[in-house]
């Protein structure tokens, strides 16, 4: 079978289990939940979603580090990047977007920034004005 036959078959299958699973956090209150998953753009899985946020670095950067987890070639990581969504397409469905390529420290600090802005926001809108 061929992947996007696949894809056909499954990726109907994985959003609804992480429908169910976002359903079910919410009964419990849980305040956020992070999907972590490529499909959120590629898969067109947006409406799961109410805020998205998109981690980026440079090239070389992204080939370092997947070769460090996964021990894969770079022209196979390149391959696979290839069949992915570009950066700018991803970043045109981001509302929040990360550079990585810095110290822990500072990304710390920046998630920290971002989701104290996506609190006030979420006040903001359960009591206007």
Known sequence: PSMQKLNGITHPAMKSLVRQKLAEFKKQKVEIVVVDSPLLVA??????ADNVWLTVAPLPTIL???RK?????????????AAQLSETE????ADVV???????????????RALDALRERDK???FPG
């Open 98 to 112: 990360i550079d990585t390529d810095r110290p822990l420290d500072d990304l710390h600090r920046e998630v920290k």
């Open 90 to 93: 991803q970043r045109r469905h």
């Open 69 to 81: 987890r996964s021990n894969l070639s770079e022209e196979m990581t390149r391959a696979r990047m």
């Open 64 to 66: 370092e580090r997947v």
């Open 43 to 48: 898969g067109g899985w947006l409406d799961l």
């Open 124 to 126: 903001k809108q359960a």
